[in-house]
């Protein structure tokens, strides 16, 4: 197969524990409570960073205090290692700035 392999919820389940993303279906989702608007945009715009400099990029929701993210490979149509990478710097930004999983 080209490209990256797809990963089971099965393969995913070690990497995610303890993290605000579970894998459902053909991606992973997970989101974040902050104090604010403004601190939910911080997240956003440092998750923007990250997801650049891996050229990998979540589909987000944001709200007042509140962000999701849905993280999929496109191009073979479910999670890949890149997806389990990503969740993990979003996880880890998220603790420096101090928002909630969910």
Known sequence: MDGPSILS???T???LDGTAFRHAQNHLVGAFTTADFRSAVRL???VAVVADELNHHP???L????VEFA???HD???VTPRDVELALRIGE???QLGATAE
């Open 44 to 46: 956003l715009d440092a």
């Open 13 to 15: 389940t070690e990497d």
């Open 9 to 11: 919820p099965t393969d």
């Open 76 to 78: 073979v149509g479910g």
């Open 59 to 61: 589909d987000v929701r």
């Open 71 to 73: 993280l999929s490979s």
């Open 93 to 95: 930004l998220a603790d």
């Open 63 to 66: 709200g007042w205090g509140r």
